[in-house]
């Protein structure tokens, strides 16, 4: 049998094995992937059918899409270690999203199926000028163009593991091999396939979560491993307590994922590509309004994944450093250091071990007062074995052993390349990599209509059929090729969960204040809002950059800025009137 194995030396820990069943499941998935998003994509006619497949999908393709959409690879490979690391409470960034679903479907979906758009900013144009539709399509362009490459990088981790690759190579084989049938299928090659690949992830996501139960150890059961990740703060599900700059709590969630959700769903064109290819208005309204429901138990149930698997580690043997390539490299060029580290960690893992069966074992006994004993034991060698990983990590990236800032990303890899059973191994990696061509799929293709329809034949005019075909599929590659550029970057963003919704942050309150102005204030003009979004984009980046905020209020403060300096417009109008 034909194997794979990458090094790993820390406490004897098992070494990974690709298997002969795990390569045939990896291949044999991503391959059919790409036959079935070609022969889905065939025969397109033009712009319409290539950007918007024929506005011909039904609700269920249309939510499928969303959810893959949004749910990138980055949700599956970064959000169980964002859990391990930093709690559950990153959930709480989805709870505005339903409130933001119904207002989207009472104001923006009616106006953009009425007036028949091929991009949301073309509505811009209409409604006040052409530069500020240009200038809304050039803020889209610049955020989404830059949060797929960060998507790209998220799967070529998983290459660069289990093949050996440099990173760098395995961005430009990721985002190639997805190309392939964006390039020639279009809206309805991504819209077909995102609807398979979102269902093979949702059925090897609850495998992974089944696996994760099932390999703890023997006399510990569930409830036992959810008190512990309790006990150890990773059930944080609810933040009351408010703080500007805490990232995740119930206000910035509510309110600042509110606006977030909004201009993502309402003012994205890679989330409105999605729903305006819908036969009619209820399709695709039932779709957003669905996602709105399912969005939240689906992440919740991400999230738990790696709370479980923080607490199956609390039992189990776990690395030091979960991305174990750049570990290695730090142990073999730093050999008493790492040593030393070892050592040291190896003591206070199997005190946490120990601690972890003895508080399940005083539970199962009925003994308060030991429990509490044994919980507080069990926290304080939790925050030496943190201070730790935490020195060891600044250690890494010090001396540039790896590009990343962490190994958060590396944490669920980890646990699928050690403690799945064979064939699921190639299964769950091939699952990551789906998730990120459905994401990066209605990016490219959205990206593409934008450049497409707001600047390039906005300037030029319409071509005919075949030669706008012919330039949608030039600009789709145009876009691969500067999102893999990207991607060859975002190893120095840390957490990429965090790093793409903090990139969104930046430019979509600006976009969803332009759009709803346009919406609300019927009496603005173009030239007006057009400064005002202008003054607002720095405003915005100078917020982020002094640190004033956590990153959701810059959704609300970009938002309200343009409104509130679009309002005395409409105040010196008024007066103008009645003189």
């Not at 144009?125 to 539709?133: A, H, I, N, S, Y």
């Not at 690395?319 to 250091?337: G, R």
């Not at 944490?411 to 998730?435: C, E, H």
């Not at 497409?452 to 319409?462: A, E, F, G, S, V």
Request: charged residues 15%; aromatic residues 12%; glycine residues 8%.
């Amino acid at each position: 049998m034909l194997e794979f194995s990458l090094p790993h030396n820390t406490f004897g820990l098992p070494s990974f094995q690709m298997s002969t069943p795990d390569w045939l499941v990896l291949y044999i998935t991503l391959t059919l992937m790409i036959a079935y998003g070609l022969h889905k994509g065939r025969r397109q006619s033009g712009a319409s059918s290539y950007l918007l497949a024929e506005r011909q999908m039904s609700w269920y393709i249309v939510l499928l899409g969303i959810m893959a959409t949004q749910a990138s690879a980055i949700t599956f490979l970064s959000a169980p270690g964002q859990a391990y690391t930093d709690g559950m409470r990153f959930v709480q960034y989805y709870f505005g999203l339903p409130i933001a679903m119904v207002v989207i479907c009472v104001t923006f979906i009616p106006i953009f199926r009425k007036l028949n758009v091929y991009t949301a900013y073309e509505y811009l144009e209409k409604r006040f000028d052409k530069r500020t539709r240009l200038l809304t399509a050039f803020l889209f362009l610049v955020s989404r163009g830059l949060s797929t490459g960060i998507s790209i990088y998220a799967p070529a981790i998983i290459l660069s593991s289990i093949l050996g690759l440099n990173i760098y190579l395995a961005n430009v084989i990721t985002g190639g091999l997805l190309i392939i049938y964006t390039y020639a299928g279009g809206a309805k090659a991504v819209a077909h396939t995102q609807k398979l690949q979102f269902l093979i992830i949702l059925s090897a996501m609850g495998v992974a979560g089944y696996f994760v139960v099932r390999e703890l150890p023997s006399g510990i059961g569930v409830s036992d491993a959810l008190y512990i990740a309790g006990k150890s703060g990773k059930l944080n599900v609810i933040t009351t307590s408010f703080s500007w700059k805490d990232k995740y709590n119930i206000w910035s969630g509510v309110i600042g994922g509110f606006f977030l959700a909004l201009s993502y769903f309402g003012t994205d064109h890679s989330q409105v590509g999605r729903y305006i290819t819908a036969k009619d208005d209820s399709e695709s309204k039932l779709g957003l309004l669905l996602n709105g429901f399912v969005k939240i138990p689906m992440q919740f149930c991400i999230l738990l994944i790696g709370a479980l698997v923080f607490s199956f580690y609390s039992f189990s043997p776990a690395p030091l450093y979960f991305n174990t390539n750049a570990y290695d490299k730090f142990s073999a060029s730093e050999p008493n250091a790492a040593s030393a580290l070892d050592i040291r960690y190896r003591q206070l893992h199997e005190k946490c071990e120990q601690q972890s069966k003895v508080i399940c074992l005083f539970r199962q006994n009925g003994n308060p007062a030991a429990i509490e004993r044994s919980v507080r034991e069990y926290q304080a060698t939790q925050i030496e074995i943190k201070s730790l990983r935490d020195s060891t990590s600044q250690l890494i990236a010090k001396n540039n052993y790896s590009p990343d800032k962490n190994d958060t990303n590396y944490i669920f890899l980890y646990f699928v390349k050690t403690a799945l059973p064979k064939g699921l191994v190639g299964l769950l990696f091939a699952v990551i990599i789906l998730a990120s061509w459905g994401s990066i799929s209605a990016a490219l293709n959205s990206l593409a209509a934008s450049s497409l329809m707001d600047i390039h034949l906005d300037t030029n005019k319409r071509q005919a059929p075949e030669k706008e075909l012919r330039l949608g599929r030039l600009h789709t590659l145009a876009w691969g090729i500067f999102c893999i550029g990207v991607a060859m970057f975002a190893a120095k963003l840390g957490s990429l969960i965090e790093a793409v919704n903090i990139l969104g942050s930046l430019f979509y309150g600006t976009i969803l204040g332009i759009f709803l102005v346009a919406f609300y204030l019927k009496k603005v003009q173009g030239n007006t809002v057009f400064y005002a979004a202008i003054i607002t984009e720095i405003c915005v980046v100078a917020v982020y950059l002094c640190d004033i905020v956590s990153f959701l209020w810059l959704n609300v403060i970009g938002t309200l800025l343009v409104i509130l300096m679009c309002i005395p417009s409409l105040l010196l109008r008024k007066n103008g009137e009645r003189n």
